[in-house]
């Protein structure tokens, strides 16, 4: 079955710098584009990232742009966030979101959700 | 970036209750529009998307409609487990949005 296990959440202070990783299973990860959603404590979602299976389309939300980077490693299966720069309002849950569909022109519907992973941005 | 407002943002519901929740679109989004469904500590699940095809798996009871800016998701009759957060999502652009959230809760 689908699973996808996110790591990497931690406590980190203003300024500070965190990689998530997301392993994925049950599926052909390289034919799936893959996102990063977030959700602050007692907040709705908002779209973080996404990355085409091929890796050859990336889109950021705006509030991220240049500090956030998303990548993967088909090889091994797994999506990554590096996230530099990080201030109070980026600490949230982070979710690793799989598309609905396979190789599709650009991102389809959020088919299937991790757990998700805590940042926390703190002094 | 595409606006998406939800409402009512809060519901109140008895079990059997028909109820329907609104999603309105700042622009045009033709009918690239999804509706999740999250339970408290766990990660949102999809339920209808492009605006009114229902997901393998979840229930008839739930159906949505729609197109360019105003849609709709109905419960024909609210199950215990229907008691949750709904969120209306589009895909018509490069910067995905989600509407704010409607927060089901049981009368």
């Known amino acids: 079955q689908v699973q996808l296990v996110e790591s990497g959440g931690d406590v980190v202070h203003p300024g500070g710098s965190l990689r998530l990783s997301c392993a994925a299973s049950g599926f052909t990860f390289n034919t799936f584009g893959m996102h990063w959603v977030r959700q602050a404590p007692g907040k709705g979602l908002e779209w973080v990232a996404f990355m085409h299976s091929g890796g050859h389309k990336i889109f950021y939300v705006e509030a991220v742009k240049g500090r956030f980077t998303i990548s993967r490693d088909n090889s091994i299966n797994t999506l990554y966030l590096q996230m530099n720069s990080l201030t109070p309002d980026d600490t949230a849950v982070y979710y690793c979101v799989k598309d609905r569909s396979p190789l599709v022109s650009w991102s389809d519907y959020f088919g299937f959700w991790g757990q998700g992973t805590l940042v926390t941005v703190s002094s | 970036d595409i606006q998406l407002t939800q409402s009512p943002s809060f519901l109140s519901a008895s079990v059997g209750d028909r109820v329907t929740i609104s999603c309105r679109a700042s622009?045009?989004?033709?009918?690239?529009l999804a509706w999740y469904q999250q339970k408290p500590g766990k990660a949102p699940n999809l339920l209808i998307y492009?605006?009114?095809t229902l997901q393998s798996g979840v229930p008839s009871r739930f159906s949505g409609s729609g197109f360019g800016t105003e849609f709709t998701l109905t419960i024909s009759s609210l199950q215990p487990e229907d008691f949750a957060t709904y969120y209306c999502q589009q895909l018509y652009t490069f910067s995905i949005t989600f509407g704010q959230g409607t927060r089901l809760e049981i009368k």
């Open positions: 492009a605006s009114s």
């Open positions: 622009q045009g989004i033709a009918s690239y």
